[in-house]
């Protein structure tokens, strides 16, 4: 099952990627991420992990699979988290649009329920709840610089 998101974001890429790219800070943007801290042994396969707490209190743990910074492309997997799929893995990717006063993020998630009927209801809460509240989150006016990225 695939779903992806695109959207504007009213800042130049470079400084949305900088963002994306600091893998273990994603709770000072994400709003449903209250916690967030890079592991410091690296994942089954050799990528950053990244130790989250979600709003609500549940454990999430990411590994970083590839960092294309030319390409702005980020791609990482679930390794534990409390949604019921497998093989979970997501890119996230910026690029240029207008005079560069702005870009467009766009956030893919590949995965397959433990149940196929749960399919839709994981699809739209990855695409509304996860991406589309990220991507909206990543404009200047959204970052939280109380929510601090533990070491």
């Given at each position: 099952m695939t779903v992806t998101v695109q959207g504007d974001v009213a800042c130049p890429a470079s400084v949305?990627?900088?963002?994306?790219?600091?893998?273990?800070?994603i709770a000072?943007?994400?709003?449903?991420?209250?916690?967030?801290?890079?592991?410091?042994?690296?994942?089954?396969?050799?990528g950053v992990v990244r130790a989250l707490t979600t709003l609500d209190g549940a454990a999430v743990r990411e590994e970083?699979?590839?960092c294309d910074t030319e390409g702005r492309r980020l791609t990482y997997a679930f390794l534990t988290s409390p949604f019921p799929v497998?093989?979970?893995?997501?890119?996230?990717?910026?690029?240029?649009?207008?005079?560069?006063?702005?870009?467009?993020?766009?956030?893919?998630?590949t995965f397959e329920p433990h149940d196929p009927a749960d399919g839709p209801r994981l699809r739209f809460l990855f695409a509304n709840d996860v991406f589309r509240n990220g991507i909206a989150a990543l404009s200047p006016a959204e970052i939280r610089p109380g929510?601090?990225?533990a070491p």
């Open positions: 949305v990627w900088g963002r994306i790219m600091a893998f273990g800070d000072q943007w994400h709003p449903l991420i209250s916690r967030s801290i890079q592991e410091s042994m690296p994942g089954p396969g050799g970083l699979i590839s497998k093989n979970y893995c997501a890119t996230v990717e910026v690029s240029e649009s207008g005079a560069g006063a702005s870009c467009q993020v766009t956030w893919t998630a929510r601090i990225a």
